[in-house]
């Protein structure tokens, strides 16, 4: 089994707190009348409406998502804190098929190692694109001409 990568460790807390902060961006559902009745108390759901706009968490978010999901369970299971999944490993193994605790652990950290270099190369590309001023490398083989508006003149005859 390897050492935990430190970088993803880090990046799982604070994708953690992004997600959570989602409120920003969509309402926070609201529950049917009936369903409200029969729930009882509403619990309040934990939110950091004040959370600062991470960009590098949404592109974790987006490299997280590319995964299988096999291998995204294990990665959250050993790097996040989700008490959702705090079963023990040799339950989730059996969940994913039977396999062994090291098969686990090493998706797991392969996967971290993954997420962290797609999180990257996206970041990169991104800033490539955002730095570059025209189209011409974004539409290979198109010519983009700037339109030039004309006006034709007013003529002065009554």
Known sequence: MGYKNQQALEMVGRWQEWSRTRRKYVPQPTDSVLASMMAGPKKSRPFSPDWDNDPEAAYFHLALLS?????????LRVYGDFPELNKPVKCWCDVLGGISRDTFYRFAHETANSVMARMKRMQRDCQKTADNDDLTNLLPGITIQPTVARVA???SQQ
């Not at 995964?67 to 990665?75: C, G, I, M, S």
């Open 153 to 155: 003149p007013v003529s």
């Open 67 to 75: 995964v299988p999901e096999n291998r995204r369970l294990a990665f």
